[in-house]
């Protein structure tokens, strides 16, 4: 999909296309992870024209990353800088104004950002439900198994690291606290129901803030704690879905690779599914071989 | 790992929180003078500055292990009655369970700037901060490998450091930050200045004239980048290039640092 087609976009832009590789939407997202979201909202904003390829195997090439010409990149840092650079919109702000956008920014991903990733990522229920059926479903096997196991462990170390000492229950508590005061925060900077955070312009911090808020409103969530904290705040639910409509009209609410949190779960561990699978291979080899479809033969 | 809030902890601290503060309030960190590093000093001169804004007694005690016996792993942290707390946030929320508050005058849009400039200085500052001391090789041989190993014995000094320095590079990574340069950091805390000089306007503090937690964590981290001697003074000079920043570290250190040693 070449967003370039669109007749709004002004055909003067002379900039040559840029193929964004992205996680796909689910559950109402337009995708279900937080930085491929913001580069696909950064772009719908500013009308930049990109192909976006929505990627599956992140064995190969990364996902999210970006290509222009030669250059791959898949670093989510150097990502996130590269695509606020198109936010040409921003350039209306003095530098005054973008700096303080850059505390705001700091702010929601130190936390909302954080928190969510670690509520995602390290509460069991909430990894077994979402995220791990739906990687595991997406990827093909088994390099979904390797790629959990991968940003999983990479999830805890991070964990680790950041609660030091702490209990993970008063640990997380406390983020849950620090969550919800930082949504309230940005509830009241939409207290007029406007249409964007800052100086009603479209910035890289309602990328952000977008992002983060659709996949969490609507991410199956076994503990939906943060997801109750969302709802509280109506001019912030407001705005996540003026901009989905706005933005993103054709995302669809079905549950494609995960099942809704109603719905009854009962999933089987991947152990089981392997031993099953290697059972069932001998017991029809066995059928085969007491058929006579095949012969071992004897020296 | 994690199931929801410990409630009982949450109900005990309500509760016996909202006792007066009591005399015998201690702050524990580390020797200043021989032990202590850049970003834990101005963590402690953050937290030491806010009690003093909100009046409140205590006692500053040195440990060299205070690191280890502080409940979240970071100094400093207090002691009082029954609660150890550590950390600039969770004591100011556990000051505001008294009924004592820097912020209750602030209008809801100013709180939110605060939260967000407090984000920037813990983002920007304390890692930069970090950068400086564990990954800035003449800093980090000259200031902080004596400093951190000086309180423990052959071979603990090296064994302890190296452990530290582990932890600290794998924050760093986490964060972004290890893959920068000395330029790039130093240009970020440039930046970071002036956002903060630029929110300051020339006032008196940072919300009109009286004292947040905001001048408190600014003025913990500026005041050390200022006295700290460090073989680098590089970081110290962007910060002396703002003057309203200057004004302000120099405005709390009379107000509420100087004047118990006129007594």
């Known amino acids: 999909m070449y967003l370039g087609n669109d007749p709004e976009y002004p055909t003067s832009y002379t900039r040559p296309p840029i193929t964004i590789r992205v996680w796909p939407g689910d559950y109402g997202a337009p995708s279900v992870d937080p930085t491929s979201l913001i580069v696909l909202t950064v772009c719908k904003m500013h009308k930049v024209p990109v192909k976006i390829v929505p990627a599956f195997f992140p064995f190969l090439v990364d996902i999210p990353s970006i290509e222009e010409r030669n250059l791959l990149i898949v670093d989510k840092e150097k990502i996130l800088d590269y695509v606020f650079q198109l936010c040409h919109e921003e350039s209306l702000l003095n530098a005054r104004q973008r700096r303080k956008l850059r505390a705001y920014k700091q702010y929601f991903m130190q936390h909302f950002g954080g928190p969510f990733y670690f509520d995602c990522w390290i509460h069991e229920t909430n990894f077994t439900h979402a995220i791990e059926t739906w990687f595991t479903r997406v990827i093909p096997f088994p390099f979904n198994l390797l790629y959990l196991h991968q940003k999983r462990k990479l999830a805890q170390n991070e964990f680790n690291l950041v609660k030091r000492t702490s209990e993970a229950d008063t640990f997380m508590s406390s983020k849950y606290e620090g969550a919800a005061v930082c949504l309230g925060d940005f509830d009241y900077l939409l207290k007029d129901d406007r249409k964007f955070l800052y100086k009603n312009i479209p910035t890289s911090l309602d990328a952000i803030v977008y992002s983060y808020l659709v996949i969490a409103m609507n991410m199956p969530l076994q503990n939906p704690k943060l997801q109750q904290f969302i709802y509280r705040h109506k001019w912030l639910v407001n705005y996540v879905h003026r901009i989905t409509k706005e933005y993103f009209p054709n995302t669809s609410y079905q549950f494609q690779y995960v099942d809704p949190v109603y719905a009854p779960y009962d999933r089987v561990s991947t152990k089981c599914l392997i031993i099953f699978g290697m059972c069932v291979t001998i017991l029809m080899a066995l059928y085969a071989h007491t058929n006579g479809i095949f012969k071992l033969k004897k020296d | ?263």
Not at chain 2, 104 to 114: A, G, W
Not at chain 2, 123 to 150: A, F, H, I, M, Q
Not at chain 2, 193 to 201: F, H, K, S, T, Y
Not at chain 2, 223 to 247: E, M
């Open chain 2, 1 to 263: 790992m994690f199931s929801g809030t410990p409630l009982l902890d949450k109900i005990q601290y309500e509760l016996g929180a909202q006792e007066p503060w009591p005399k015998d309030v201690k702050l524990y960190q580390p020797y200043e003078v021989e032990q202590i590093l850049l970003p834990d000093n101005a963590n402690c001169l953050a937290v030491q500055a806010f009690l003093r804004m909100c009046n409140l007694t205590f006692e500053v005690v040195s440990k060299s292990n205070a690191e280890f016996m502080s409940p979240s792993g970071k100094v400093p942290f207090i002691r009082c009655g029954a609660f150890v707390i550590s950390e600039l946030e969770p004591i100011v929320q556990f000051v505001n369970t008294k009924g004592i508050s820097l912020t209750s005058e602030l209008e809801s849009d100013q709180k939110s700037d605060m939260r967000a400039y407090m984000s920037l200085v813990h983002n920007v500052l304390e890692n930069s901060e970090l950068y400086l001391c564990w990954c800035d090789k003449e800093t980090y041989n000259e200031v902080t490998k004596p400093r951190n190993g000086s309180v423990y014995p052959w071979p603990l000094n090296h064994l302890q450091t190296w452990t530290k320095k582990s932890h600290v590079i794998k924050r760093l990574k986490m964060m972004g930050w290890f893959s920068k340069t000395i330029d790039q950091v130093y240009h970020e805390v440039e930046n970071c200045c002036q956002a903060l000089a630029d929110r300051l306007e020339g006032k008196e503090f940072f919300f009109g004239k009286n004292p947040t937690e905001l001048d408190a964590l600014i003025f913990g981290h500026l005041f050390t980048i200022l006295t700290t001697p460090l073989p680098n003074s590089h970081i110290a000079n962007i910060v002396r290039n703002f003057p309203s920043l200057i004004n302000l570290v120099q405005r709390v250190e009379k107000d509420y640092f100087k004047r118990d040693t006129m007594r």
